[in-house]
Nanobody, 124 residues
Framework: QVQLVESGGGLVQAGGSLRLSCAAS????????MGWFRQAPGKERELVAA????????YYADSVKGRFTISRDNAKNTMYLQMNSLNPEDTAVYYC?????????????????WGQGTQVTVSS
């Protein structure tokens, strides 16, 4: 089992930046592929970015490429999502998730553990 707690959400104006953190506890953090998902009102949950255990391979949704950066610090059991050039379409609850798979996966069903989420609101 691994427990995940997100932080860093909030209200920001369009064009601004936020940095989300996901603190993990429980089993060895470095063994998991990690991902950031988001869900906006009335929309399905979508994968924003993912990163394998070593950090050497990442995935980004087309909508965030060039604006968001995912990273992890296995020594601190923490994953990050740096979000720049935010726009109102980025408004959502952001969730971090952990997968038992050691390869990069973009399928939400492959993620076994989820945090409670943190709200990100971007005003125009």
């Amino acid at each position: 089992q691994v427990q995940l707690v997100e932080s860093g959400g909030g209200l920001v104006q369009a064009g601004g930046s936020l940095r989300l953190s996901c603190a993990a506890s429980g089993r060895t953090f470095s063994g998991y592929t990690m991902g950031w998902f988001r869900q906006a009102p009335g929309k399905e949950r979508e994968l924003v970015a993912a990163i394998i255990w070593s950090g050497r391979s990442t995935y980004y949704a087309d909508s965030v490429k060039g604006r968001f950066t995912i990273s992890r610090d296995n020594a601190k059991n923490t994953m990050y999502l740096q979000m720049n050039s935010l726009n109102p379409e980025d408004t959502a609850v952001y969730y971090c998730a952990a997968s038992n798979l050691v390869v990069l996966t973009t399928t939400s069903l492959n993620y076994n553990y989820w945090g409670q989420g943190t709200q990100v609101t971007v005003s125009s």
